[in-house]
Nanobody, 120 residues
Framework: VQLQASGGGLVQAGGSLRLSCVVSGNIFSMAMIRWYRQVPGKERELVASITKGGTTYLEDPVKGRFTISRDNAKSTGYLQMNSLKPEDTAVYYC???????????????WGQGTLVTVSS
């Protein structure tokens, strides 16, 4: 299983970016997908989640500005980021979580980060 994140870049405050996370390994349809972000010197923080059924959760700092979605046919998760602020600057990581066959535990996978820089 591999997760390939892309879409980061430099954008001015108020702008938009869309991050993508392609998941290989035939697990996508069963996976919860999450996006995290991390600023140097700080802990990695959860940004958004989407269940295999499409239910979404957004953390308070990004509610109303970010949207998480998924395309099972493309095995790809997305994070649409609008109205970006300088404080959104971070390395963004995608994450996939899949239950084991007995549903007693989870397999977890991380993608490499993609840097988002928002200038003021």
């Amino acid at each position: 299983v591999q997760l390939q994140a892309s879409g980061g870049g430099l954008v001015q405050a108020g702008g938009s970016l869309r991050l993508s996370c392609v998941v290989s390994g035939n697990i996508f349809s069963m996976a919860m997908i999450r996006w995290y972000r991390q600023v140097p010197g700080k802990e990695r923080e959860l940004v958004a989640s989407i269940t295999k059924g499409g239910t979404t959760y957004l953390e308070d700092p990004v509610k109303g500005r970010f949207t998480i979605s998924r395309d099972n046919a493309k095995s790809t998760g997305y994070l649409q980021m609008n109205s970006l602020k300088p404080e959104d600057t971070a390395v963004y990581y995608c994450y996939a979580q899949v239950p084991t066959r007995d549903f007693r535990s989870q397999y977890t996978y991380w993608g490499q980060g993609t840097l988002v820089t928002v200038s003021s």
